[in-house]
T-cell receptor, first 113, second 116 residues
């Protein structure tokens, strides 16, 4: 079975600082994809970044980067230069069989001005 | 590309009533997913369709729940004899990449159900 664990229920970060949101995963499948989604108070899940299990390099998308450590089964999200609009819930998710995403419990990020 | 649309945004109902939600995916997306999200939790998979075929259902989907996608476009999720435990956000998502682990889902804003 697949499992995603996010151990930080809530995080504070000062505006313009960088922040790391933790994610660990468990799967026996050699092929999998890891995703991060942002959910603002409006409710819509917004795709941020993707990392494939065979990708050699860490994924980056603008201010978002994914610190992928395969041996540790971790896929932490790094947000650089935090903005007030980054305040939201963040979810880590995994796809192993190509047919659904399994989500973690989420981390609430609060950016302080 | 107008995004995934869900209707209604909010639904309040009394215990025992039936409710139906609608999801319009991004046009030409062949996969459509339903998830349920309770307060403070991550979304949980309910079911998904590839075109009009319902390919998988979660154990969370009791026999009071039924989902359809009759023409492979929009989908409906019906809950019969609602219970207070059904109160949650129901999220719909669609995708065009079929069967790969890099399949990116596009989500709607959800339908918030409150059962009194």
């Amino acid at each position: 079975a697949q499992k995603i664990t996010q151990t930080q229920p809530g995080m504070f970060v000062q505006e313009k600082e960088a922040v790391t949101l933790d994610c660990t995963y468990d799967t026996s499948d050699p092929s999998y994809g890891l995703f991060w989604y942002k959910q603002p108070s409006s409710g819509e899940m917004i795709f941020l970044i993707y990392q494939g299990s065979y990708d050699q390099q860490n994924a980056t998308e603008g201010r978002y980067s994914l610190n992928f450590q395969k041996a540790r089964k971790s896929a932490n999200l790094v947000i650089s230069a935090s903005q007030l609009g980054d305040s939201a819930m963040y979810f880590c998710a995994m796809n192993t069989a190509g047919n659904m995403l399994t989500f973690g419990g989420g981390t609430r990020l609060m950016v302080k001005p | 590309d107008t995004g995934v649309s869900q209707d209604p945004r909010h639904k309040i109902t009394k215990r025992g009533q039936n409710v139906t939600f609608r999801c319009d995916p991004i046009s030409e997306h062949n996969r459509l997913y339903w998830y349920r999200q309770t307060l403070g939790q991550g979304p949980e998979f309910l079911t998904y369709f590839q075109n009009e075929a319902q390919l998988e259902k979660s154990r969370l989907l009791s026999d009071r729940f039924s989902a359809e996608r009759p023409k492979g476009s929009f989908s409906t999720l019906e809950i019969q004899r609602t219970e207070q435990g059904d109160s949650a956000m129901y999220l719909c998502a669609s995708s065009s990449q079929t069967g790969f682990t890099n399949e990116k889902l596009f989500f709607g804003s959800g339908t918030q159900l409150s059962v009194l």
